[in-house]
């Protein structure tokens, strides 16, 4: 049975309908991504996971049990706001214990999760001494302490540094593991999602597109919102290809000959881009120590037919 | 019952009770007509209301609005330097503020008393003046509609001084800059783009100072003595004095007809710009 | 230019100060007159000694601190529910209240205290002043606590429902504490205003529940005693510092 079960959600707002007709599955311990661009409906979603809104149709169960009108309090869901929310006139410590008043049957004690996010030596802190990342973690900290089915997760990395994301990327996927809570979150970074997600749900104006693991929605995207929203594509006669899945060669003949017409150097790899034949322009990556090819040089490019991609819509 | 609906019950119920039904009563009150001892009673009429365009209201009216007017005009000339002082101040910019605030706080009856202490005939300025030989009599300072202006601006400068204030302190250092990288003297960038972005401010103390103003009745009573007549003074005397209840109603609706118009007035002009009133 | 300003400042200052200093100083003179005599504090024994000025500035007191409870109260609840969800005829009519003159305030309670007076056995007093001074003071706390809602971020409180609580108890242990400031300002501006009032007081106070601003009134107006400079001073200097220790404590 999914821990977190979403059916047939719906919710409308004056001018335009935020989510339409969502249904997916969160299986247990899974650290589950809601991707997509922003007013997609994603956020909207998670509110009415987490008990901020109500669904004008469908239902959302937890472990089999309804949940969709319930109030916040009475669910076993508990959020880590976008900017963590933490209560200012109270010490870390005193945050973490918030919830316990409420859930004397909580299995954690608040030292225990506080080393578990590493903030044990700065408990007796207050919200306005701590630093971005620091006080993610005693949000996360306050939230697990209560054991939640499920822990919603808003955009967890927006509001940090851009140097600090990769690793707290790291940080919160091995936390995840560690303590096997079911995680969902929502990112507008397909990077974010693609390395940290066991599943993935992609979602374009209030409807869900794709769900599925990482590599599935990247390699094999059913509609051409994902192929693009997930990376680059190449769309060449109605079939796409990634740029890093283009081959080039100077001679040969395999695949189609073309000139090349721009070189972008971006560090670790060099878009060619290249006009072939029939006016249609088409990029490929290839890594900078393979490349050599100047602007004007003919060039053959070619795909593996198992490359190609071809979208139901 | 829902929890909100208890939250403003006490709220409601005060403002319903002590505010609304009183003000339905007074404007019942303005269409009857005097009762022989003091109270009112039928016939219905128009007449409280006919009774103002007697050229004695008219007059009172004309002159309310006319202190009004000098009152505000002084405050906003004799309020923009102080407020432009503490917007440019590096340090300590609270200690300025709360020096302007401070009055405010105590007692406006104190305050209007300092006043008539120091400019009675008896006052501490006659008294200076007349133990240095430079008058040979008393000067009439107190009791006249000058002293009632000067009580009014007293009182109500630090209301210009805080909105200004705030536009000014919002207002962006850059600008002032590039003014004077094309050439502009400091005054000049004052003049020419200061006081232009200060507008609002301006605008909104001048309605906080000019509403009160209009319907003063403590200030021209102590300081003009009686002699200073303004609507306030005549509106209260109905209900003491003259026991006119009607008229006197009347007279109220008529002045809260006035303020309502000025601040539908200015709250439109405040909609186009930023900021708006309160 | 800035020296012109300092130099105007100085000189405004001057003006705003001046003549309440002027009356503190004077509150010490042993003479009755304007002359300087010599220090005393015999006006301020005087005070001690007039039972009428006692029992109004007790009034005062009792109205101001009755006032200030029931007005911050039923004020910080009003601020709160209108902040989740706009209550258009109750801010209509505080905001009415707040421009409305205070002579036409005073007339309009006085005409209703009269005309309820004809079905209840009930005449003017200190309850009715009571009753008034909860009414004006009531938009001053819904615009001071309001602002400061405005700036709390909603999440928190989406927060402490997030993580269990009804909410009651997230108003009780996430909103008040973060309100307490501005509850503090808005409590001490309700007693300066209640405790300053003439106008609307003069009106619906009645014979025997006089005020310390009435009593103030009918000497000002005389014009001659002294102990009005030392009733003043004191006055002046208690609001002073109680509005001093609240910003210390709200800074706190």
């Known amino acids: 049975m999914p821990v977190l079960s979403v059916r047939g959600v719906t919710k409308e707002f004056p001018g335009h309908r935020a989510v339409d007709d969502v249904s997916f599955d969160v299986e247990q311990g899974q650290l589950f991504a809601l991707l997509g661009p922003s007013g997609c409906g994603k956020t909207t979603t998670l509110r009415m996971i987490a008990g901020f809104e109500t669904p004008d149709a469908g239902e959302i169960s937890v472990n089999g049990a309804p949940i969709t009108h319930l109030p916040p309090y009475e669910r076993r869901v508990n959020t880590v706001f976008q900017n963590y929310a933490l209560f200012p006139h109270l010490t870390a410590r005193q945050n973490v214990e918030f919830g316990l008043r409420y859930n004397r049957d909580a299995a954690h004690t608040v030292d225990a999760i506080l080393d578990l996010v590493q903030m044990g030596h700065k408990a007796s802190s207050r919200p306005t001494q701590l630093s971005g990342g620091e006080k993610q973690r005693v949000a996360l900290a306050r939230s697990l302490v209560l054991a939640p089915d499920v822990l919603l997760l808003d955009e967890p990395l927006a509001a940090l540094d851009p140097n600090l994301r990769k690793q707290v990327r790291g940080e919160l996927k091995a936390l995840q593991r560690r303590t096997g809570v079911t995680f969902l979150m929502v990112t507008h970074d397909q990077e974010e999602a693609l390395s940290m997600a066991d599943t993935v749900a992609v979602m374009n104006a209030g409807r869900l597109e794709q769900v599925g693991p990482p590599e599935e929605l990247y390699v094999r995207p059913r509609t051409r919102f994902v192929a693009g929203f997930l990376g680059a594509v190449n769309w060449i006669d109605g079939i796409g290809v990634r740029p890093e899945a283009v081959r080039v060669s100077r001679d040969g003949d395999l695949g189609r000959e073309s000139i090349v017409t721009a070189i972008t150097f971006l560090g670790n790899c060099v878009h060619v881009e290249a006009e072939l034949a029939v006016g249609v322009k088409i990029v490929c990556e290839i890594p900078r120590l393979q490349s050599d090819f100047q602007k004007g040089d003919r060039i053959r490019v070619w795909w593996r037919e198992c490359d190609e991609m071809r979208p139901e819509a | ?278 | 230019m800035k020296r012109g300003l300092a130099l105007y400042a100085a000189v405004a200052y001057a003006f705003l100060h001046l003549p309440l200093l002027i009356l503190a100083a004077f509150s010490f003179n042993s003479s009755k007159y304007t002359v300087w005599e010599g220090l005393s504090l015999v006006w301020y024994r005087a005070l001690w000694d007039d039972a009428r000025l006692l029992e109004s500035a007790w009034n005062s007191v009792l109205i101001g601190v009755l006032a200030t409870i029931a007005a911050t109260a039923a004020g910080t609840l009003a601020a709160y529910a209108t902040w989740k969800r706009r209550a258009r005829w109750l801010e209509g009519s505080l905001y009415l209240s707040l421009v409305t003159p205070e002579v036409v305030t005073g007339v309009s309670l006085l005409v209703f205290y009269q005309w309820v007076f004809r079905f209840l056995d009930v005449r003017l007093g200190l309850h009715t002043v009571v009753a008034a001074h909860i009414m004006f003071s009531l938009a001053y706390v819904v615009v001071v606590v309001m602002a400061r809602l405005k700036t709390m971020d909603r999440s928190l409180e989406e927060a402490a429902l997030d993580l269990g609580a009804t909410e009651w108890q997230t108003f009780l242990r996430v909103t008040l504490p973060q309100l307490a400031p501005a509850i503090g300002t808005a409590a001490l501006l309700v007693f300066a205003i209640s405790f300053d009032d003439y106008v609307i007081t003069s009106l619906v106070a009645g014979v025997d529940s006089e005020t310390l601003p009435m009593v103030i009134y009918t000497m000002a107006r005389k014009g001659v005693s002294p102990s009005v400079n030392a009733i003043s001073t004191i006055i002046t200097v208690s609001i002073g510092i109680m509005t001093l220790t609240a910003e210390r404590w709200r800074r706190a």
């Open chain 2, 1 to 278: 019952m829902t929890p909100r609906f208890w939250l403003l019950l006490p709220s409601r119920a005060l403002m319903a009770l002590l505010f609304a039904a009183p003000m339905v009563i007074v404007v019942a009150y303005s269409l009857l007509t005097r009762g022989a001892y003091g109270g009112q009673g039928e016939p219905w009429t128009w007449e409280n209301y006919a009774r103002l365009l007697d050229p004695l209201y008219g007059e009172i009216v004309l002159k309310s609005f006319w202190i009004a007017a000098l009152s505000t005009a002084l405050c906003l000339v004799l309020g923009f330097p102080l407020a432009l002082f503490i917007a440019r101040a590096r340090s300590r910019k609270t200690l300025w503020l709360g020096l302007v605030t401070l009055p405010f706080w105590t007692s406006f009856l104190v305050r209007t008393y300092a006043w008539m202490f120091l400019l009675r005939d008896t006052g501490l300025i006659n008294t200076i003046l007349l133990g240095l030989g430079l008058i040979a009599e008393p000067l009439p300072l107190l009791y006249n509609d000058a002293a009632v202006v000067l009580g009014l601006v007293y009182g109500y400068l630090p209301f210009m001084v805080l909105p200004i204030y705030a536009v000014l302190e919002r207002l962006d250092p850059w600008l002032l800059e590039a003014a004077e990288d094309l050439g502009a003297k400091p005054w000049q960038v004052v003049r020419r783009v200061v006081v232009p972005l200060a507008k609002p401010g301006m605008a909104a103390g001048s309605v906080l100072v000019f509403v009160p103003c209009l319907g003063a009745y403590l200030t021209p009573d102590l300081m003009g003595g009686g002699k200073s007549i303004l609507i306030g003074n005549v509106i209260q005397n109905q209900f003491t004095t003259a026991r006119d209840w009607p008229f006197g109603a009347a007279l109220s609706i008529v002045l809260m007809a006035i303020v309502m118009a000025l601040l539908w007035v200015a709250l439109r002009k405040s909609r186009g710009a930023e900021g708006g009133l309160l």
